[in-house]
Structures are given as C-alpha cells and as structure tokens.
C-alpha cells in the first residue's frame, strides 16, 4: 500500500487549492482516506474523509462548505480541492488509508487508520 499526497504551495488568502493522494498498490474499493493536517505545534486533526464504497464523506467543522473531498477511482486517486484558503489553514496535509471492506462508514481519527503518505506542506499567507 502506498500513498502519494502532492498539490501544496504557497498561496494567498481566499485562494483555492487542490491536493491530490494516488494510491497504489490497492484499490479504493476497499479502502476508506481520509485528509489530515497538522500545523506547528499542534496535534494532528482531521479534516475530511471518503468512504470506500458509495463515496461517503465527512468534513471537519473548520472546513466545512469550503473543502471538497472526491475520489476517481480510474485514477485511484483522491482529491481534496480547498476553497476560499484562510492562514489558519496553513500545516502540512497528509493523506491516509484504513482498510474498511466494502464499507459506507466514514472515520476521522487519525489512530484508525493504516496507511499514511508523506505530508505536502500548504502555506495561506499574505
């Protein structure tokens, strides 16, 4: 199972970005992903989540009618595109896999999950 987070950078408030995790090694079928971030000193949090089997998703409050999570899975990959990007948005983004079944259920703590990419960095500021 490996994972491949990518699409970060630097950008200005109220930009929009759009992150991408591609998968191999696995099928998205069986596998829930969920979007974490994690800012300097500070504990690892969720942020979005994508269930294996109808596509299920689950945000945190912070981000909610901001960030969009979706999956291709032609493409195995998961994307999150970011809205309106605020400075508190600013960590490193890491994206992960929990091996579910074919299951509709959603999970949003990062000890429930198996599999974890490298983290790409986004930076909002002026």
């Known amino acids: 199972v490996q994972l491949q987070a990518s699409g970060g950078g630097l950008v200005q408030p109220g930009s929009s970005l759009r992150l991408s995790c591609a998968a191999s090694r696995f099928s998205l079928d069986y596998y829930a992903i969920g979007w974490f971030r994690q800012a300097p000193g500070k504990e690892r949090e969720g942020v979005s989540c994508?269930?294996?089997?109808?596509?299920?998703?689950y945000y945190a409050d912070s981000v909610k009618g901001r960030f969009t999570i979706s999956r291709d899975i032609a493409k195995n990959t998961v994307y999150l595109q970011m809205a309106s990007l605020k400075p508190e948005d600013t960590a490193v983004y890491y994206c992960?896999?929990?091996?579910?079944?074919?299951?509709?259920?959603?999970?949003?703590?990062?000890?429930?999950?198996?599999?974890w990419g490298q983290g790409t960095q986004v930076t909002v500021s002026s």
């Open positions: 994508i269930s294996s089997s109808r596509g299920r998703t």
């Open positions: 992960a896999a929990k091996v579910t079944g074919y299951s509709n259920n959603t999970y949003f703590l990062p000890i429930e999950y198996d599999y």
